[in-house]
């Protein structure tokens, strides 16, 4: 059974930046797809990137040019650099990896942005 950790997280103040970390284990090299969500106090879980087979990237719309996602999917890491935080930023973020036909999905870090 795979597991996921996510490290990275922490109270930081508005307009810093931080580096989530993701790794997965035992690695899978037939992993090609990794995800970011992040789920808000009182709101659902919503995407916010992902890296491809071919080192290929997506960051959502609504935090590209803040967020920058990166990794290594052969070997199951993967990276979100957040720049420029923001209070409505503060969640917990979760890393998953797409696995067969099921999501993995970690037990989250925290991000907690003052203003």
């Known amino acids: 059974q795979v597991q996921l950790v996510e490290s990275g997280g922490g109270l930081v103040q508005a307009g810093s930046s931080l580096r989530l970390s993701c790794a997965a284990s035992?690695?899978?090299?037939?992993?090609?797809?990794m995800a970011w969500h992040r789920q808000a106090v009182g709101k659902g879980r919503e995407y916010v990137a992902a890296?491809?087979?071919?080192?290929?990237?997506n960051v959502d719309d609504s935090v590209k040019g803040r967020f920058t996602v990166s990794g290594d999917i052969a070997k199951n890491t993967m990276y979100l650099q957040i720049d420029s935080l923001k209070p409505e930023d503060s969640a917990v973020y979760y890393c998953?990896?797409?696995?067969?036909?099921?999501?993995?999905w970690g037990q989250g870090t925290q991000v907690i942005v003052s203003s």
């Open positions: 890296i491809t087979t071919g080192a290929l990237t």
């Open positions: 035992p690695s899978n090299p037939g992993i090609n797809t």
């Open positions: 998953g990896l797409f696995d067969r036909d099921r999501w993995v």
